[in-house]
């Protein structure tokens, strides 16, 4: 079989060759043997390549989308089964049908008008919210109005990362700190609680980057937004693997600490600093040729960013 990588008895690295890659409607998206359904995975791939993100480097950087068709056969097994709620797995739901980095609202409309028709009146949609994601300059008006007319969920998320320029451009997020804040008030006028992603201790972080993430941060906490923090943890496979652990300093842990307090952030980010060690120290045991790709170099000092 192609597409595996594994040690022989001498444990040397062995590839099989490349994989090859089935449409994502080939396989199930759950077993019916249970009746225990879990969300439907409609994209697989993702064309942005964030360098901390598994996806992209396991998937490919390409989309790949369940058609609506499959993902309709699934949603009417689940209301045959007495399930409720249609909830989705995809690295960026406003992606969906699309090939590129535009939204195709179109094809977004008829997947949840469809799932909405499927799931019956006594069902419920959720698009954009756990475990999916929205970028930020996919937030517009008229996205979210669809999002309204058809799903049940009255919050979204938000993948921001960092409040960083310098740390978006080295993790090739593809959007600025100003699409953020423009997403989180769109979002909010539009009548839904935005959660908003944001890792701390990215790659060459340093003190005037944090900074920058936590204002930010505060602003749009300020703003209603929530805050879902995350520490950098260097996975497999990804351009960052041989990156070190997530590294947050004592103030920014303190000014993290202030804002859960306050109810405006919420996370599991200490569990992380535990598990980005255990990864560090996998990637040293086990190393991989190359290098870890667009590292920043850590600056002794620089000004802090301005105040958007």
Request: aromatic share 8%; hydrophobic share 35%.
């Amino acid at each position: 079989m192609t597409g595996l990588v594994h040690r022989d008895e001498h444990g040397k690295l062995t590839r099989t060759g490349k994989a090859h890659k089935e449409p994502l409607g080939t396989y199930r998206a759950f077993p019916l043997t249970y009746k225990r359904m879990n969300p439907i995975e409609i994209t697989r791939g993702c064309i942005y390549a964030c360098r901390f993100c598994q996806t992209p480097f396991m998937f490919s950087a390409r989309f790949r989308h369940r058609s609506v068709e499959n993902v309709r056969w699934h949603v009417d097994r689940m209301r045959e089964l007495g399930k409720r709620d249609v909830r989705f797995i995809t690295p960026t739901s406003l992606s969906y049908g699309t090939d590129g980095e535009e939204p195709d609202l179109g094809a977004v409309e008829e997947l949840l008008a469809s799932c909405k028709e499927g799931i019956g009146p006594d069902g419920r949609v959720f698009f954009g919210s756990f475990p999916s994601e929205i970028r930020p300059e996919h937030m517009t008006v008229d996205a979210l109005r669809l999002v309204k007319r058809y799903c049940a969920n009255d919050n979204l998320i938000v993948g921001a990362q960092s409040g960083s320029e310098r740390v978006l451009e080295a993790a090739k997020r593809g959007h600025d700190v100003e699409s953020v804040r423009r997403a989180v008030r769109i979002g909010i006028a539009e009548g839904f609680r935005i959660n908003v992603d944001m890792i701390f201790g990215m790659p060459g972080e340093d003190p005037a980057d944090a900074e920058a993430s936590l204002r930010l941060a505060q602003e749009l906490a300020d703003l209603g937004a929530r805050i879902h923090s995350h520490v950098f943890m260097p996975l497999p496979g990804t351009p960052w693997r041989d990156a070190p652990p997530g590294d947050v300093d004592p103030e920014t842990i303190r000014a993290v600490s202030r804002l859960a307090q306050q109810g405006a952030l919420y996370g599991h980010w200490q569990k992380q600093r535990e598990h980005a060690t255990r990864l560090a120290a996998a990637a040293v045991e086990y190393p991989r040729p190359g290098r870890s790709r667009t590292l920043l170099p850590l600056a002794e000092s620089r000004p802090s960013e301005p105040a958007g």
